[in-house]
């Protein structure tokens, strides 16, 4: 886990942000989510698992306190679980989508689904084998906060985001540019 992210909020500049939220596997489920009054107090479980787990009272408790948040695998079907995701939009303050392999662009949709099908207002993570390279895409298409891997630079992200001054595609920011900048 990376003790920092960039956070771009959609009307607001790159930033790096403290980062607040441990991302669990779902593994070792013998005690369920990890301790949470020790070290980092938020926690992004697996979608797979909340599927099974959602009706716990616990765990809704704590997600309206703002602990628990959830992250989609790049083969998770949204919009077969579009219930329980509408459910969640009232609880999870946080959701993420995990890049298994930088290649691997499955997460891309995922977060462009959640902003334009389910209109989800809060924020969306990429987690995972995210590189730098990625950050302009994965900003248009509906990530505001980027969990880059560990060997990846913070400060060359951030400046991904000024390298172009003229939007050719319309995306979940902003329309494009009507004229080319001269």
């Known amino acids: 886990m990376n003790k920092q992210i960039i956070h771009f909020p959609k009307d607001g500049k790159p930033t790096v942000a403290v980062n607040e939220w441990q991302t669990w596997d779902g593994e070792r489920d013998e005690g369920g989510i990890p301790d949470l009054e020790h070290g980092l107090h938020k926690v992004l479980v ?39 995701i509408e ?19 499955r997460s891309f949709s995922t977060a462009a689904l959640l902003r334009d099908r389910f209109q989800w ?9 995210v590189l730098i390279d990625q950050l302009l895409q994965g900003a248009r298409v509906g990530f505001d906060a980027f ?27 902003d329309i494009r540019s009507t004229q080319a900048a001269i």
């Open 121 to 129: 207002q809060g924020e969306v993570r990429a987690i995972g084998d």
């Open 147 to 173: 969990e880059l891997r560990p060997d990846q630079s913070l400060e060359v992200g951030l400046k991904q985001f000024d390298l172009f001054s003229v939007t050719t595609q319309n995306s979940w920011r």
């Open 87 to 105: 459910e969640g939009k009232d609880l999870w303050p946080v959701v993420g989508a995990h890049f298994p392999i930088f290649r691997d662009g």
């Open 46 to 84: 697996p979608f797979h698992w909340w599927i099974t787990h959602h009706k716990n009272a616990d765990l809704i408790t704590r997600a309206n306190k703002g602990e628990i948040g959830v992250w989609f695998a790049a083969d998770d079907d949204i919009l077969k679980h579009a219930g329980i």
